[in-house]
């Protein structure tokens, strides 16, 4: 268990539709990174933040926003979904400081859109 | 653009031998770099890292080799056991944000 939780498990939802995935990070970690991982691809950063504020832009679309809270906890919202935006979205967190470069990511949120 | 490649999607190996991983990168400036284990299910796991200023670092089973040079790391699994069949993926920085490969599939067969 990394202590990383994401919600929920599953989502399936219909192209057109918007879904929000949440994430709380380990106890203690100050960054939060979204990463997609389609069929076949590998994990795609999509967005950092870091206490609070975004850090780093990734291959994230516009369609896509993300936000930290002050507990520290991330949502990452998907709007006008389409078939393309099917796929697995991790979260991971790190303490987010120089050096500490180990990212511990949660068991992730399968998105079906039909 | 593929600044992190592993070429072979997957890697067949007897139990009680040694398993091999690659794993190529193209920009300059990474200075450190990681492997993760994704078990199908679940978020991958991290398993070992290595400093540009080091070649070699190592943790029980698991050894990582890095050529600077050669941009090039390698993940070595001594003995591979069954319960390593997994995705390895293969991940580099420069600063905060990770790049990731494709990862690799290995199968320990008993």
């Known amino acids: 268990d990394s202590g990383v939780t994401q919600t929920p498990k599953h989502l399936i939802t219909a192209t057109g539709q918007r879904v929000t995935l949440r994430c709380s990070p380990r106890s203690g970690d100050l960054s939060v990174y979204w990463y997609q991982q389609s069929l076949d691809q590998g994990l795609q950063f999509l967005i950092q933040?870091?206490?609070?504020?975004?850090?780093a832009k990734g291959n994230i679309l516009e369609r896509f926003s993300a936000q930290q809270f002050p507990d520290l906890h991330s949502e990452l919202n998907l709007s006008s979904l389409e078939l393309g935006d099917s796929a697995l979205y991790f979260c991971?967190?790190?303490?987010?400081?120089?050096?500490?470069?180990?990212?511990?990511f949660g068991p992730g949120t399968r998105l079906t859109v039909t | 653009d593929q600044q992190v490649k592993q070429n072979s999607p997957s890697l067949s190996v007897q139990e009680g031998r040694i398993s091999i991983l690659n794993c190529d990168y193209t920009n300059s400036m990474f200075d450190y770099f990681l492997w993760y284990k994704k078990y199908p299910a679940e978020g991958p796991t991290f398993l070992i890292s290595?400093?540009?200023?080091?070649d070699k670092n190592e943790d029980g089973r698991f050894t990582v080799f890095l050529n600077k040079s050669a941009k090039h790391l390698s993940l070595h699994i001594v003995p591979s056991q069954p319960g390593d069949s997994a995705v390895y993926f293969c991940?580099?920085?420069?600063?905060?944000?990770?790049?990731f490969g494709k990862g690799t599939m290995l199968l320990v067969s008993p």
């Open positions: 933040y870091y206490n609070g504020e975004e850090r």
């Open positions: 991971a967190s790190s303490l987010g400081t120089s050096g500490s470069w180990e990212q511990y």
């Open positions: 991940a580099a920085t420069g600063y905060s944000t990770l790049t």
């Open positions: 290595i400093s540009s200023i080091k």
